[in-house]
Every structure is written in C-alpha cells, then in structure tokens.
C-alpha cells in the first residue's frame, strides 16, 4: 500500500471557498488512484485555507504526470464555483510536486492539471502527456475563436460575456466594486440635478465643482493651469496621449507658417530656420483625421478639425506652441493661430486641437493598441500554448482580466447599453471614431510599439522633461532583462526556437489575426533566433502593462476637467480671428449633462480596485523551478528601485509624473 499526501489550496479572494463536493484522480506512469472525494471533518475548503489528505494505492503510481479535479454540486444547492490555487502531491518515494491550477472550478467541469517543470512540445516524455497537450489545446481552439469582421480591425473573441469561462472572467469582488464606484458618483450628479442637465455651463469655474470630493493632485493643478501655453506643451509630452509630437526639420509644405508670424515666441534675434537646425521645433499633426464625418448634434454634424500645431522648445526648455492650423489645407477661412491672437481665439484653437487629440488617444493610443492588441496576444496566447509550456506561464499573469474588460467595452463604451458613454460622445461619434482606428491600425507597424525605436523615430532622444520616455526606457529595459533571462533559460538555442511548433503558431496567429498578414508592418510571421522571441515578448509584457498605464491612468487627471481636454466641441471652429469672446468658449463646450457622464467615466477607469496586481508581482506560483523564481525577484527589485528613484524626481516636480511608476502600473489591462 502507497500513501500519497495531497495539499489543496484555496484562493484567498472574496467567494473563493465551496460547499461543493471535489474529488481529485492522480496520474503516474505506472497507474492512476481511484477517483477520491477529499473530506476531512468540517468545511474543507475556505478562502486562504489549505486542506491535506491521504489518498492511499495498491502500489506506487511510478513518475506522476496529471492531477484530475472534478467538482459536483452539494446536495441539491446552486452552483457555487470554487477558486483552486494550486495542489501539492508528495509521493511515497519522497518527491514533492506543485500543480498550478489559479482558476475558478465549476460544477462537472473537468479539471486536469500539470506539474513540475515548464516543457516545450518536444520536450514531452510520456505518451500520455503528449495525447494530453493535443487534447488541451483542441479543446481550447474550439473555445476560444476568433471573431472575424473584415472590417480593417483586429480580430477579437468570439464569445460574449455571459459564455466567458469562470477563469477568465472579471472577479465578483472587481465586478461590485466597478458597480459600486459608477453607482455612488451618479447619485451624487442625481442629488445635485447635474445627471440629466441639458443646460451649458455658465462659467468656467462652475466645471471645477462638478464633484465634492473626487479630485486628485493633478486634476487640481489641471484645473488651475490648463489655460497656460506652458503647460499645454507638457501636456503633449507627459500627458496621456504622448505618442504623437516629432521633431521638426522642415515645415510640411501645407503649413505655412513664415519667419514674422512666430518671430516675437523664439529667442531674440533667432529665426525658425536656425531653431530648427537646433533640433528645437516640434510638430504635432492629425492628418489622419482629414476627411472623417463627424456625427450629428441636435440635427447639425458636428467638426472635427484635423489641424497641426509647431512647438518651440525656448531657452527654459519649455516646450511652447506657436502656431496653430485648425485644418490641413491653408485658406483665408483656415487662418493660422498665434498667441499673439485675442485669449479666445488662440484658447479655442488650442481646445480644437486637444479635441482631436483627445479622440486619437481614446480611440488609437489606447483602445486600439493596448485594449484590442491585448486581446490578439491573448486570444493566441490561451489557443497555442498549454498550461505547462514556459511562454503561457510567462504570459498569462500580463492577460488576466483583459478579455473580460475588453467585452464590457465593446458592450458598453463602444456598443447599444449605454450609447450616451464613452466615445460615442465624441464628435466624431463611434462611425467616425472606428474610421480613424481602421486607418491607424493599417498603419501601425512593429517599431512603433518598440518604445526604443518609436523615440528614435520621432527624434526626442533629447528632448529636456521628457518622463514619459524617460521612464519608459527604463522600464522596457526592465522586462526586456526579465524576458532576456526566462527566455534564455527555456530556449539555450535558436535552434530550439525553429522546432517548438507551438511558439511559430502563436507568433503567426498574432501576424494573420491582429495584423492580416501584412508583411509591410514589420511584424513577425516566424522566429528564427532567440533574440527575435525576446524582443517580442518584451514588447508584448510592455503594450499591456505600461503602456496601458501610460494612457489610461492619467484619465480623470486630464479629462475631469472638460476645457482642458473635450471629446466633444459643439459650435465649429473659428474661421475668422477676433470674432469669439468667452462666451463662445462656453458654448462650444459640451452641457451640462454630457460633461458629468465624461466625468463618471473617466473616474471609473482609473481607479485602483482591491484585486489589482501590480507589474511584476505573480501571485499565482506558476514556475516551480528555482532558477525562474529567482529571476522574477530579480525584476522586482529593478522595478522597486526605479519606483523609489521615481518617487524621488517626483517630489521635485510641480507636475509630477507617476503613470510609469511601477507601483501605480497594473500587471495586465483590467479596466
């Protein structure tokens, strides 16, 4: 008779225990127990707790290959999910293996989990195991489809919500907490009468009162300095969208900004021309906006205006606008602004601007290449590699949520539930909005989402109070020396690059599903060297955590005060200096009513929820190997350390820059 001591852990999150009867199978090479209900007196499994038993064979199991869980209701009760975390097995030889599992267990649903050492597809040395990876993954293809639409947009799930399965899906804790947080700031608008106002804003500052305590350091110091040029230059630097502005050698020929125009904003007795060999000028433009309807507004299309604006880094290091062109092709109805110009003129040229801006960020920068790619490198992700293989253990924390958040966006934000939220709003609307994804994505290419090459690109190696890239750098330089040292580890050679079948899969499912096959965009289709997988995975891990964060947590900052940042403008632009007066300002602002929704939004999207994992933490214990799990504390203390020297420069800073703090930075897109 053979003793095998079984160790059942339960998660330690809010509903995690059952009531429910499990019973667990183990497999070995020389047999399998008797299928065991575990039961020791009184409730066995509780959130946090782990339980031990005794499952007691005829004779040795030899070599264990697979735990089965299973799991049936308890008497005639409803479903009550379990959240299993791992199970340890020692044999009776003396061994001790660890079977991850991180995930919800329901009801006559078929667990079966591996242990030991993370195995590529050759590396299986069992017929069973190897029967037992084909199995997983046809099982998970016929799950996890794509959803194909042909319409210029990545490919996506093609479940909904509701047949989401229970471990992928967004936690019973996340989902209250999004609900009650929406819930309290409406019945707050509710309790003011600002909810369904369609009455304009009376003055500026009736906007900063909007909310009695829901503020941040840096919405307040929006709220105050947001009329100021100074601060306009760094919002394109260090704001959310700061993927846009490039270093200006020579005036687009559709810009015809002259010498006496921008004269008294440059250092005295300078030109344009000798700023710009200086490597001092910078332009932001939105041509890819040129020729997009806009939506309707109260019967009458709204306007979108894809303008251009010329920065001047002056001798503070201050990054200035200079001159502003609301739409691409120059007339006498489409002046260049100055600032120079009356206060309104030149503050709704700048709101203009901002308002295209606001659009491309929510709609390219953040929906599109962190919420849709994500949801590429995950659908491929949980299609090719197993559980056991060492990528999908790597991975697989940086996708927690995603799918889940991913389809509350498409049926809220961007679907029929809530048509008044999001960035239907927009004046662009979402026909409008999803026009200007389709064309940035038959855009984006490889180096693009390579922040090392995306800064060299744009010529702001230099550039002075840069954080974003600053910081950036520094943290892609963190994964890239993670992933260098698991990837090495697992792949000694290139050559074991070329032969794991499932690695080519995943990379070309990425290339025909997210980038349909364009070679021209610099993706992948295949690996040929390690160096190639790294570099990869580094950009992926970098996408769905700090870039995420780069353009989502700083929402409610930038966006709760809606002249800084409007996704809706409804009077159109000027077309003639000297005819505005605040009042326009006003009222080309949005009511009262779509101001406080924007709000509530925004406020909901970026707040910490009690589940969040930040990067670098990996709760769930996937790698049992200890040369994995030194690395992983290796990369934490690199992003500890660079938190602490951020924190640092940040007490220094009126402005402080926090986004890619790795302590603000969550693991993966979950909101």
Known sequence: MSEYKVEVTTGDMQ????????????YGTKGQSERTKLNNFGIDFTAGKTGTYTIKVGSSLGKLLLVKVEKDPFFFLPEDEWYC????????????????CYRWVSSRELVELRGGKATKVFEDDHPFLTDHRKKELTFKKNVFQWKIKNDGMPHFLSLSEYELPAEIRFSKTRTSEIYQEKMMSVFELIIKGLARSADNWETIDDMKRVFWYKKTTMS????EHWKEDEFYGYEFLNGVNPSLITCC?????NFPVTEEMVKPFL????????????????LYEQSKLDGISPRTYNGEPLHVTPGLCLFYLNPENKLMPIAIQLYQQPSEQNPIFLPSDSESDWLLAKMFIKNADSMDHQGVHHLLKTHLLAEVFTVATVRNFPVIHPIYKLLIPHFHCTLNINLWARQSLLGPKDPQSGIQTSSLGLEGIQELMKRSHAKTTYSSLCLPENITARGLESIPNFYYRDDGLK???????FVKA???????SDSEVCKDSELQEWVREIFVHGFFGNKASGFPENFYTVEEVIKFITMVIFSVSAQHAAVNNGQFDYYSFIPNRPLLLRKPPPTTKGQSSMKTVLDTLPNVGVTVKMIVTVWVLTQKYSDAVTLGMYPDERFNEAAPKQMIREFQAKLSDLSESITLRNSQLQAPYTYLDPAQIENSITI
């Open 220 to 223: 307040e110091y929006v709220t």
């Open 267 to 282: 250092e005295n007795g300078s030109s344009l021309k000798t700023e710009m060999t200086k490597g001092k000028i910078f």
């Open 85 to 100: 975390s791992k199970i340890g097995v020692s044999t009776p030889e003396g061994e001790a293996i660890i079977f991850p």
């Open 486 to 492: 698991i990837v090495e580890y697992y792949y000694p």
């Open 15 to 26: 509903y995690a225990g059952t009531l429910d009867n499990v019973y667990i199978t183990i």
């Open 249 to 253: 050698s020579e005036l687009p020929t």
């Open 475 to 481: 943290l892609w330089n963190i994964i890239k020396s």
